[in-house]
């Protein structure tokens, strides 16, 4: 059985830094962080393989955010820097128990319930 369990969502102004983090329990081949904005689909950020811990991150958010995993710990993290009010939006981490080459949602079995976060200006 799958669980994910977001945490470190917050409030922050424009320019500021949030880590958001996953706790994962049970096996999975690819984590992934995704953001749902009101009114808007949601949009893979970033990904990274349990095994390898190979990346990769979405073009829109390149520079500014980093995936990174601790396996001893179980836990997956989304490094935020630079934030923008456009970066609002509910965060949810995410897992497949194949390896996954795309950010298509459906190729995610398991999902968290999601963390907010708000970027004022």
């Known amino acids: 059985q799958v669980q994910l369990v977001e945490s470190g969502g917050g409030s922050v102004q424009a320019g500021g830094s949030l880590r958001l983090s996953c706790a994962v329990s049970?096996?999975?081949?690819?984590r992934a962080w995704f953001r749902q904005a009101p009114g808007k689909e949601r949009e893979g950020l970033a990904r990274?393989?349990?095994?390898?811990?190979?990346?990769v991150v979405a073009t829109s958010v390149k520079n500014r955010f980093a995936i990174s995993q601790d396996n001893a710990k179980n836990t997956v993290y989304l490094q935020m820097n630079s934030l923008k009010p456009e970066d609002t939006g509910l965060y949810y981490c995410?897992?497949?128990?194949?390896?996954?080459?795309?950010?298509?949602?459906?190729?995610?079995?398991?999902w968290g319930q999601g963390t907010q976060v708000t970027v004022s200006s």
């Open positions: 049970g096996n999975t081949m690819t």
């Open positions: 990274i393989h349990a095994s390898t811990g190979g990346t």
């Open positions: 995410a897992a497949a128990s194949r390896v996954s080459i795309s950010f298509n949602p459906a190729a995610f079995g398991y």
